[in-house]
């Protein structure tokens, strides 16, 4: 974010500006989640709207592009943390194509292999007990917590010299960075990456059958829950700047810079030296363990929901002894580790972010069809500010969507392509299951 905007006043900006679409999206969620707390969250409340059509069409993209894209973006992640503190330094194939008129840069070396051990080992766990994936995942939410505290309170309070090292907003910028004007096109670039961290607000309605009191727990939960979160990003990226120089932000890990060190790490340095960097790894290993971990309890019910109605693989339908969906949970974790092969971190979570939003905005538009359509079902929490608030919510997210597309083409073009897959399994499986019903 801090290469497209080149200046920390306009990044905190983005993360605001993310921060309030998506909790426009969560208080329209929260209407229909308490409408129907049934598990399944989006796939529901489309199915409810517009019928089996687009109800596949997002429990496909979200079995094939969704889920197992946030898989493999998160345990690529995971190995770039972890690269601080082992060397994961070897290549074994690489190759540079051009894509859509956009250079990609392919690798193939001992990261890959971490990311792809990651999304195998916590898909192993919660092919176990349910009581097993919730106990791990209370675990790594506490330490998670625990870590971002110590980077954040730290960078702010404890960073050496902060006086001179710590760069007030108003400062003017410095370096490559400072000379890119900040145009629409990048703001909204810039806001996709993070939405990609907010992402995951929806997932709580793809439980909600499994929530005490879901009609009043949804909306409260999504509401405080973004709120949270929206202050929490704020703070630590405001840590960061106050701690580094905008030079150091930019320079930090990415597809740019594919062989530094994250900028929680350089943060983490300005207090702790050079163990910085190896205990602010620590910490964001374990809080990408945890999103690891909930992004394989939560969204594997998707596709186990779907078969139950006829609409996917059977096999899916089915649970273990444990009564966990295990197929599900597998098959999609052999897709993660394909995705985790073929892309960086910045690629696969644009391919995600650009996915997600397609059903992210059908679904903030469901909210309207389901107000004509029923209007005499009981909602027990309607949407603040409604229509405006969701309507808003819905022109934002097909913006952002065309923008992408501007920006972003090879990406966005890959997740257009997985999602097109699905059209010739949506007929096929209404087929069949209209068969079954006549047989």
């Not at 690269?83 to 074994?92: F, K």
Request: aromatic share 12%; glycine share 8%; proline share 4%.
């Amino acid at each position: 974010m801090a290469q497209m905007l080149g200046s920390q006043s306009m990044v905190l900006l983005a993360w605001a500006a993310a921060g309030i679409l998506s909790l426009a999206g969560a208080l329209t969620y929260a209407e229909m989640g308490a409408m129907y707390p049934r598990a399944g969250g989006d796939y529901v409340f489309l199915r409810e709207a517009y019928g089996d059509f687009p109800a596949f069409m997002f429990g496909w993209t979200n079995f094939a592009v969704i889920t197992t894209t946030g898989l493999a973006a998160i345990a690529t992640g995971f190995a770039s943390f972890l690269s601080a503190l082992v060397p994961l330094d070897a290549v074994w194939a690489q190759r540079d194509l051009v894509l859509l008129g956009q250079n990609v840069h392919w690798t193939f070396g001992a990261q890959q292999i971490v990311a792809l051990s990651a999304i195998l080992f916590f898909s192993g766990i919660n092919t176990a007990r349910v009581s097993t994936g919730g106990r791990t995942q209370s675990l790594l939410t506490a330490a998670k917590i625990l870590g971002i505290a110590i980077i954040v309170l730290g960078a702010l309070f404890l960073a050496r010299a902060s006086g001179e090292q710590g760069v007030a907003l108003s400062r003017p910028q410095i370096g490559s960075a400072a000379a890119q004007p900040v145009t629409v096109t990048a703001f909204g670039a810039a806001m996709v990456a993070a939405l990609w961290a907010y992402q995951g607000w929806s997932n709580m309605t793809m439980v909600a059958g499994e929530i005490d009191n879901p009609r009043r727990n949804v909306p409260r939960g999504l509401i405080i829950g973004m709120l949270v979160v929206i202050g929490v990003y704020l703070l630590t990226n405001f840590a960061y700047f106050y701690a580094l120089p905008l030079d150091e932000v930019v320079t930090s890990n990415s597809t740019a810079y594919r062989t530094a060190i994250p900028v929680a790490a350089k943060a983490a340095q300005t207090f702790l030296g050079s163990t910085g960097g190896k205990i602010a790894s620590i910490a964001f290993l374990v809080s990408v363990m945890g999103s690891l971990n909930g992004i394989v309890i939560m969204n594997s019910r998707v596709p186990y929901a779907m078969a139950k109605d006829g609409l996917f693989f059977p096999r899916l339908a089915e649970l273990n002894k444990h009564q966990v969906p295990a197929r599900a949970i597998l098959v999609q974790a052999v897709l993660a580790c394909v995705l985790a092969l073929s892309g960086t971190f910045d690629q696969i979570t644009t391919a995600c972010v650009f996915a997600v939003w397609i059903f992210f905005a059908l679904t903030g538009a469901a909210v309207f069809v389901l107000r004509r359509k029923w209007p005499n079902v009981e909602r027990p929490y309607r949407v603040l500010g409604y229509p405006i608030l969701p309507a808003v919510f819905v022109v934002v997210a097909l913006w952002l969507l065309f923008n992408t597309l501007r920006t972003n083409p090879v990406e966005s073009a890959a997740g257009l392509l997985i999602i097109s897959i699905g059209l010739p399994f949506f007929f096929y499986f209404r087929r069949t299951s209209r068969a079954a019903a006549r047989a």
